[in-house]
């Protein structure tokens, strides 16, 4: 039985003649040489599966009938996709266990995007959970808002649609250090409340923030999300919404303020804030 998920997931494994902590390594040895030496030889990956207790603990979730992305979440780990398999053998040996794996599940086993592994063994039947890890940054991680710069800039560079509305390309955005200061209190009131929406816990508007961090704007926008955790990802996040996306490549705007602000555990985890504006 297989289950192939976007979400979250991770990964271990174990052994039943064996303490807990040996059996999770064995089993996380069978699944790498099935995954480095017997799916063929085409396209092999060339990394491990890293053993993850985080992804243990979500296996042996489902073990007990937990939907498997929920118990990953529930577990803490955080994933971009995850997989699950669970092999029944008529003999809980390991040598069962590979042959399974070699048969029916190389397509996951030897999927390179997969880095982690969680594995739980209970009598003659195993679940492994294969996942993507998507970790958070740091809170501190000063460069991130400039890579979702430059990202953003090359695509207002380019031009594009955003639903049916055409929008030529657009000069760069440039920090302003009031839009920036604007920016994280937004992102940091949305972490701390857990919430995502454009009013501030206290009513106030995209507008009124700017004014409030000294800016003295003409027009002003704001974009916010949550769970994203690379330039990549945020772009395509906004792209995907057509007012978002608008906001993005409008040629009318020529500063911006970036922020994200953190709360792990909270089902959004990271939240994202970016105002854009021309200042009179």
């Not at 705007?253 to 602000?261: C, D, K, M, P, V």
Request: overall charge negative; hydrophobic content about 40%.
């Amino acid at each position: 039985m297989l289950k192939r998920f976007t979400g979250s997931s991770i990964a271990a494994a174990f052994i039943v003649f064996a303490s807990p902590v040996a059996m999770a390594a064995d089993l996380v040895d069978v699944a790498n040489i099935v995954r480095t030496s017997h799916c063929g030889e085409a396209s092999l990956p060339d990394k491990p599966l890293l053993a993850n207790a985080l992804l243990d603990n979500a296996a042996a979730a489902v073990a007990d009938g937990d939907e498997v992305t929920a118990a990953i979440a529930a577990a803490g780990y955080r994933a971009k996709s995850s997989a699950s398999i669970r092999v029944s053998t008529s003999r809980g040996k390991d040598d069962v266990v590979a042959r399974e794996l070699s048969e029916h599940f190389c397509h996951l086993i030897a999927d390179p995007d997969f880095a982690d592994i969680g594995v739980h063994r209970r009598g003659k039947e195993v679940w492994l959970l294969l996942a993507d890890g998507a970790p958070l940054p740091v809170a501190n991680d000063n460069d991130l808002p400039d890579r979702v710069l430059q990202r953003l800039n090359e695509i207002r560079a380019e031009g594009g649609r955003c639903g049916t509305t055409a929008f030529p390309p657009a000069r760069p955005l440039t920090r302003s250090a009031a839009l920036d200061a604007a920016a994280r209190a937004h992102a940091e009131d949305m972490a701390q409340n857990s919430f995502l929406a454009h009013t501030g816990s206290d009513g106030s508007n995209p507008g009124e923030r700017a004014t409030r961090a000294g800016y003295d704007w003409h027009t002003v926008a704001e974009n916010v999300a949550s769970g994203q955790t690379s330039a990549d990802d945020i772009a395509a996040t906004w792209l995907d919404s057509d007012g978002h996306c608008a906001n993005l490549r409008d040629g009318k705007y020529s500063e911006t303020g970036i922020a994200f602000a953190l709360n792990p555990g909270d089902g959004r985890d990271i939240y994202w804030v970016q105002l854009y504006g021309s200042s009179n």
